[in-house]
């Protein structure tokens, strides 16, 4: 309602920042993966190499969740796809992010009139909305704002696709953010992460600026990878297999030498202050939070991997 009240009185500023689509795409799907497997339902996101856009990924992350939201809670059996696509063309990305679901469908008579205020598709098996009927609006609304279009569709095994479309100007200044630290030249990245979707998207952006980042799949390797390599800067997920983040911190520092110096970031959805605090009591140096946005990773990247250069 706070929104709604906000897009009335034109009130709603958008942000245009540096962001990666997929984090957008894949960050909506964590966040709904308990309730769906809670249900018994598949949940799998299909992401195209989409390159980074300027945008306001939380207003577009809204949009999904919604999408997201209403699949899981319409669907009792099956799945649901989250799909994201894009083209590149003159400096914009054409962007399509789609929730395809097998839950009860919709009404082909009513789907004109499900993005509208105060309209409910509301017969039974076919309903689609709650809380008023103010979800599906207020995301056709801040579709609109950012200069894009959502739409609704009957799939043809009886479920429901839910589409938004929009183009976004491509994020320029690569290669320029490493260099504002004064000291120059590539950094040399570790990055420990069980996940491997997690792993490509952050190696994507950090090679955007001509950063080089190896990867491990937990903290065993983290360390292992660190013993055999020299590095600027570790970035380190904390919830892993074998030896999680925390623990493969306090190893490295127990090493000595670099390892006592190399700056370690924590790269996790967990951010309460109290763990926070963990993180830095075991030697770590900051945090970012999942999903990762371009802005904050590059910024925090070019900081630490200053510091730690040469160490």
């Not at 009860?104 to 105060?118: C, K, N, T, V």
């Not at 800067?233 to 006592?260: F, H």
Request: with cysteine; aromatic share 4%; proline share 3%.
């Amino acid at each position: 309602m706070i929104l709604l009240a906000a897009l009335d009185a034109g009130e709603v500023s958008l942000k245009a920042e540096p962001f990666e689509p997929g984090a957008v795409t894949r960050g909506a799907a964590d966040r709904f993966a308990g309730e769906a497997a809670d249900k018994g339902l598949s949940l799998t996101v299909e992401a195209d190499g989409v390159a980074a856009v300027e945008g306001d990924a939380e207003r577009l992350g809204l949009i999904l969740d919604h999408f997201v939201g209403n699949a899981v809670k319409f669907t009792e059996t099956g799945g649901i796809v989250i799909r994201l696509e894009g083209a590149a063309r003159e400096g914009q990305a054409d962007l399509t992010m789609s929730v395809t679901d097998t839950g009860p469908g919709i009404d082909e008579s009513r789907i004109a009139a499900l993005f509208d205020r105060f309209v409910q598709a509301d017969d039974g098996a076919t309903r689609r909305k709650s809380g008023g009927g103010l979800g599906l609006a207020v995301c056709k609304e801040l579709a609109e704002l950012m200069g894009g279009a959502v739409c609704a569709s009957a799939t043809p095994d009886g479920g429901a696709r839910f589409e938004l479309r929009l183009s976004l100007p491509l994020a320029g200044g690569a290669g320029g953010q490493a260099d504002e630290t004064g000291e120059g030249g590539p950094l040399r990245v570790l990055y420990a992460d069980d996940n491997a979707s997690n792993r490509a998207v952050v190696v994507a952006m950090l090679a955007s600026q001509g950063h080089r980042c190896d990867t491990a799949e937990d903290g065993a390797q983290a360390v292992k990878a660190f013993l055999g390599g020299t590095y600027d800067l570790v970035l380190m997920d904390i919830q892993m297999p074998v030896m999680d983040g925390v623990e493969a911190a306090r190893t490295i520092r127990a090493l000595g030498g670099a390892g006592a110096s190399t700056p370690i970031v924590a790269l996790t959805a967990n951010t309460l202050d109290s763990q926070v605090r963990s993180y830095l009591e075991a030697g770590m140096q900051d945090c970012i939070a999942k999903p990762v946005m371009m802005p904050e990773l590059l910024a925090k990247t070019a900081a630490w991997g200053a510091r730690g250069r040469g160490s």
